[in-house]
């Protein structure tokens, strides 16, 4: 079993920063096998892909409307991902969510192949 719990969301005016952190308590299995993604949904859309980091550290993937604006990292000996989210506009407010997928690496980009969820962090950002 995967508990996870986002943070680190707010208010921000546009242009500003915020760095998300999900919080990862795994029973029976260890941290660095899983493959972690961070999605966002906002009001009236559906739940969309943002970033995922592979269970090895060494593949990121980005959607193409966040890629540069946007970095996806993990600490394993904190059991912790990381979304850092830079030059925020009011298109970024949303509900963040963290989920975590094990082991295999493949179409991460995809809601439906994570395994946990973690309830959200919402982010607001006002123009």
């Known amino acids: 079993q995967v508990q996870l719990v986002e943070s680190g969301g707010g208010l921000v005016q546009a242009g500003g920063s915020l760095r998300l952190s999900c919080a990862c308590a795994?029973?029976?299995?260890?941290?660095?096998?899983?493959?972690m993604g961070w999605f966002r949904q906002a009001p009236g859309k559906e739940r969309e892909f943002v970033a995922a980091?592979?269970?090895?550290?060494?593949?990121?993937f980005y959607a193409d409307s966040v890629k540069g604006r946007i970095t996806i990292s993990r600490d394993d000996a904190k059991n912790m991902v990381y979304l850092q989210i830079d030059n925020l506009n009011p298109e970024d407010t949303a509900v963040y969510y963290c989920a975590a997928k094990r082991l295999s690496a493949r179409n991460l980009w995809r809601a439906s192949e994570y395994d946990y969820w973690g309830q959200g962090t919402q982010v607001t950002v006002s123009s």
């Open positions: 980091i592979s269970y090895t550290g060494g593949s990121r």
């Open positions: 795994a029973s029976g299995s260890t941290f660095s096998t899983y493959n």
